[in-house]
């Protein structure tokens, strides 16, 4: 079964506004991972934050993780066109697997 | 580098009929996982393969075998294809143990139809 599971299914927004989706786990984690998937393509990765991190930053990607509540978030700042794509958070219970969500999709209006 | 590479890129098969899906990675990762993705349902663990030598078994293991051929590359089989197998395959390779964490790196998909 899926451990991460993503909040919204389905994210519409306007050019420049900011988009934030969330993920909830069941199980410990040694780490949670965020992926990209652009239309028709392969998973990309975009960041990772440790099981002992609570927020982490890379360029306009900003990701939070409360081990308490079992969550995390994904914030976009100031998105752009090409940010249109399914994001999906991914578990690592450091046992070689990854464990991925059904994702939230995003679209960028212009 | 190509990263990881995958053939073919679209497949559409017949019920009952049998066929392979090559990976083939040049990152030198020990690691390798075949996926399948549904709509709404994100990807799903297939099999893979910790290092070379050795499989396991993932979430939706039934109606599939693996093959790592050698550290490289790793084969997905259908023996004997049906309408619930049609679907997006991905292959995926990572290098955990060099790392520490298990950052994954994906092929382009094989889109794959049963008919």
């Known amino acids: 079964s899926q451990q991460g599971e993503e909040d919204p299914q389905a994210l519409s927004i306007q050019e420049g506004e900011n988009a934030t989706m969330n993920c909830s786990y069941k199980t410990s984690i040694n780490n949670l991972q965020w992926y990209r998937q652009n239309s028709g393509r392969g998973l990309v990765h975009l960041i990772l934050i440790r099981s002992n991190e609570r927020e982490k930053h890379s360029g306009r990607l900003r990701v939070t993780l409360d081990t308490s509540k079992k969550s995390s978030s994904l914030l976009i700042t100031a998105s752009r066109a090409a940010d249109t794509a399914s994001y999906f958070c991914a578990t690592d219970g450091n046992d070689y697997k990854l464990s991925f969500g059904a994702g939230t999709t995003v679209t960028v209006r212009a | 580098n190509a990263g990881v590479t995958q053939t073919p890129k679209f497949q559409v098969l017949k019920t009952g009929q049998s066929m392979t899906l090559q990976c083939a990675q040049d990152m030198n990762h020990n690691s390798m996982y075949w996926y399948r993705q549904d709509p709404g349902m994100g990807l799903r663990l297939i099999y893979y393969?910790?290092?070379?030598?050795?499989?396991d078994k993932g979430e939706v293991p039934n109606g599939y075998n693996v093959s790592r051929l050698n550290k490289r590359e790793f084969s997905l089989r259908l023996e004997s294809a049906a309408p619930s197998q049609t679907s997006v395959y991905f292959c995926?390779?990572?290098?955990?143990?060099?790392?520490?964490?298990?950052?994954?790196?994906f092929g382009p998909g094989t889109r794959l139809t049963v008919l």
């Open positions: 393969s910790a290092s070379e030598g050795t499989t």
């Open positions: 995926a390779s990572s290098d955990p143990s060099g790392q520490g964490y298990n950052e994954q790196f």
